[in-house]
């Protein structure tokens, strides 16, 4: 089991496990914005990388409204249902 440190106010990691790898990229790629600014340009970016490299993957845009609170319950649960893979843009 993987300890995951989480930036959030959590007094004791949570043991998580993590995802075992796909062998390759086919599915649904959800890219997180976390609305810190010029996380977008990083997305810009990977989502033009990954649709010129990994033709049988799908990219999809998700943005939280700000990055001082977790993400929103909903916007997580929307991800979770329509992707099967994501990435969280941080950046400055």
């Not at 004791?12 to 010029?38: F, M």
């Amino acid at each position: 089991m993987t300890t995951i440190l989480d930036p959030t106010d959590e007094r004791e990691p949570v043991a998580r496990q993590t995802t075992p790898r796909p062998t390759d990229l086919r599915g649904v790629v959800g890219l997180l914005d976390i609305s810190k600014p010029r996380g977008n340009v990083l997305l810009d970016e990977l989502a033009r990388l990954l649709t010129d490299h990994a033709p049988g993957l799908e990219v999809r845009r998700y943005k939280k409204p700000t990055f001082t609170k977790p993400c929103p319950d909903a916007l997580r649960q929307q991800i979770r249902d329509e992707c099967d893979f994501v990435v969280e843009g941080l950046a400055d």
